[in-house]
């Protein structure tokens, strides 16, 4: 599924409800299709990766954000710029250790569990968010720098916040991760 | 999954295209699941009907549309409204009958199809966009109305443009479709 050349459509916002109840029955379609809650964790972060690897082309073109030069840098587009567009809130960010690659973004509102007030039963290991750890994977793929991306706090599961950790990959790391895709 | 009662978030505008590719990946895991399209077609439309049930709560509440009188004021208020709210577009609209309980919604631009050129190979009675009809239909039942929605023109299927036909049902047809759910 490309995006035809010539398309460069003017509208752009859309309420997000219909996006996030779509995402639901997206959910609930997985949970029929698989057993184990790893098994629908990792198709969603691999869809997630698929949709991040085409979403960062048009992201790039709509944002016009410069070039960074630091991890940091581009962490604060991500939660200031990306996630205001895609989700309408703006995390926050924190940095996990002295070389600088390991960061958080907390999320103290999630518009995607909105209609969710719990997991559903016999699904506590769920990640029932982790599209967005596939896009932002996917998305940081294209433009040549390997993370790895994982929920490290969930509000579904009793957490007092959401909170995504993003680990920038050293390029000896970068085999291991490899084989991830 | 229903929506916490206490909730009145005020930030709801997104980019439109993380729903748009999200809703492929929809279709994608549902052209796995089921090999006839019109299993997925009939799919597509039950997910649709419970998101529309769901959905027109929020509608009514956000749009703050007063009480209908007639079948095309209905029918106004889906294209020039709702179509506005959750896909940005405004679909022209037509009456196609004298009992004017027919009409015809017409999408010169339909974003949920952006990154779709074509059907995919060998599903070429698939009905992509099909979710949209039952989000009609569900969210007309919730408000007592009952209806007929299909797609009756599709330019993923070649044609000039894509056409979704309403059809609003009359009392004694209502047994017939109460069957449909």
């Given at each position: 599924?490309?995006?035809p050349?010539h398309r460069?459509?003017?509208?752009?916002?859309?309420?997000?409800d219909?996006?996030?109840?779509?995402?639901g029955?997206?959910?609930?379609q997985?949970?029929?299709?698989?057993?184990?809650?790893?098994d629908?964790n990792q198709?969603?972060d691999?869809?997630?990766?698929?949709?991040?690897?085409?979403?960062?082309?048009?992201?790039?073109?709509?944002?016009?954000v410069?070039r960074c030069?630091s991890?940091?840098?581009i962490?604060d587009?991500i939660?200031?710029?990306?996630?205001?567009m895609?989700?309408?809130?703006t995390?926050s960010?924190t940095?996990?250790?002295?070389?600088?690659?390991?960061f958080?973004l907390?999320?103290?509102?999630?518009?995607?569990v909105?209609?969710?007030?719990e997991?559903?039963?016999?699904r506590?290991?769920?990640?029932?968010?982790?599209?967005l750890?596939?896009i932002?994977r996917?998305?940081?793929?294209?433009v040549?720098?390997a993370?790895d991306?994982?929920?490290?706090q969930d509000?579904?599961k009793?957490d007092?916040?959401?909170?995504i950790?993003?680990?920038f990959?050293?390029k000896?790391?970068?085999k291991?991760?490899?084989?991830?895709?």
């Amino acid at each position: 599924m490309s995006r035809p050349a010539h398309r460069r459509p003017e509208y752009h916002k859309i309420n997000k409800d219909l996006f996030v109840l779509t995402y639901g029955a997206l959910v609930a379609q997985l949970c029929k299709d698989y057993e184990k809650d790893e098994d629908v964790n990792q198709y969603l972060d691999k869809m997630g990766y698929g949709i991040g690897t085409r979403l960062v082309e048009d992201f790039l073109a709509r944002s016009c954000v410069g070039r960074c030069h630091s991890y940091s840098e581009i962490i604060d587009i991500i939660a200031q710029v990306a996630f205001k567009m895609y989700l309408g809130i703006t995390p926050s960010v924190t940095c996990n250790n002295s070389s600088k690659n390991e960061f958080s973004l907390i999320l103290e509102k999630n518009p995607l569990v909105e209609f969710v007030e719990e997991l559903p039963a016999g699904r506590s290991s769920l990640c029932y968010c982790n599209l967005l750890c596939g896009i932002i994977r996917g998305a940081l793929e294209m433009v040549h720098l390997a993370a790895d991306v994982t929920f490290l706090q969930d509000r579904l599961k009793g957490d007092s916040v959401t909170e995504i950790g993003i680990t920038f990959l050293k390029k000896r790391d970068e085999k291991k991760y490899r084989g991830k895709k």
